[in-house]
C-alpha cells in the first residue's frame, strides 16, 4: 500500500449505530487530517492530529470522535449521527517539514439514515 | 475573513482551449496558495502552489497568477485535454508559527472539457 488510505470506501449507518472510520498513511508524515467534504460546500477542517497530539477541533460536534494511536494511523469514531451528516470525509496527512502540502485519501462516503 | 471565494461553479472548455479559475481572499495573512484537482472516487491530490512572492508560476499546461494587491489568485489551463475533467479547489494557509497545515478551501469548480 501506498499513500493514504482508508475503509471503509462506503458506509450506510442509521441514526442510533456506532462505527468507525480508518485512515493509514505510508508516507512517514507526522500530520494527519479528518476533512469533511458536502456537496456544493468547501472542504470543511474537522480535526488536526500533530506528532499524535489533537492540535485543531474545528467546532466539530461531540458524536464525531477521532483518535490517533500513533502516526501512521487516524480514526473517527462515529456515534448517534444525524442525516446531515452524510458527505464524504477525507483523511490527509503531511510532513513536518511542510504542513501545508497534504496528501489526501480516496474518503469514505458516509449515507446517515 | 478567512474565506476563500471560488469562481466559475461549472466551466466548459473545448478540447485546445484556455480554462480560467478564479479565487479571492480576504486574510492578509495567507502565504500560501495550492490548487488541488479531484476526480470522481478519488480524493484531492495538489496539482501546484505558490507564494506571495512571486506573480505566477507555471508548471507545464497549469499556471497561477497572483495579484497580491487585488488579493486575488486564478489557476490558467492551457490547451485544456478531456484528461484535465475534474473538480478543482483552491485554497489559502498562513503557514508562519505551526508546524501542521489548516488550508481553507473555495467551494470548487467542475471544470468539463469536451473533446
Known amino acids: 500500500e501506498t499513500g493514504v488510505t482508508q475503509t471503509p470506501r462506503h458506509l450506510v449507518m442509521g441514526m442510533t449505530n456506532k462505527k468507525s472510520l480508518k485512515c493509514e498513511q505510508h508516507l512517514g508524515h507526522n500530520a494527519m487530517y479528518w476533512y469533511k467534504q458536502s456537496a456544493k460546500k468547501p472542504l470543511e477542517l474537522m480535526f488536526v492530529?500533530?506528532?499524535?497530539?489533537?492540535?485543531e477541533n474545528n467546532s466539530v460536534p461531540s458524536r464525531f470522535s477521532p483518535e490517533c494511536p500513533n502516526s501512521s494511523h487516524l480514526f473517527l469514531h462515529l456515534h448517534t449521527l444525524q442525516p446531515e451528516d452524510s458527505a464524504l470525509y477525507l483523511c490527509?496527512?503531511?510532513?513536518?517539514?511542510?504542513?501545508?502540502?497534504?496528501?489526501f485519501g480516496p474518503g469514505t462516503r458516509l449515507t446517515v439514515l | 475573513q478567512q474565506q476563500v471565494k471560488q469562481s466559475p461553479q461549472s466551466l466548459i472548455v473545448q478540447k485546445g482551449g484556455i480554462s480560467i479559475i478564479n479565487c479571492a481572499y480576504e486574510n492578509t495573512a495567507f502565504d500560501y496558495f495550492p490548487w488541488y484537482q479531484q476526480f470522481p472516487g478519488k480524493g484531492p491530490a495538489l496539482l501546484i502552489a505558490?507564494?506571495?512572492?512571486?506573480s505566477e508560476k507555471k508548471e507545464g499546461r497549469f499556471t497561477i497568477s497572483f495579484n497580491k494587491s487585488a488579493k486575488q489568485f486564478s489557476l490558467h489551463i492551457m490547451d485544456s485535454q478531456p484528461g484535465d475533467s475534474a473538480t478543482y479547489f483552491c485554497a489559502a494557509s498562513n503557514t508562519g508559527g505551526t508546524s501542521y497545515g489548516k488550508l481553507t478551501f473555495g467551494q470548487g469548480t467542475i471544470l468539463t472539457v469536451h473533446p
Open positions: 490527509a496527512s503531511s510532513p513536518m517539514t511542510s504542513g501545508n502540502e497534504q496528501f
Open positions: 492530529y500533530s506528532l499524535e497530539e489533537r492540535v
Open positions: 505558490i507564494r506571495p512572492d512571486v
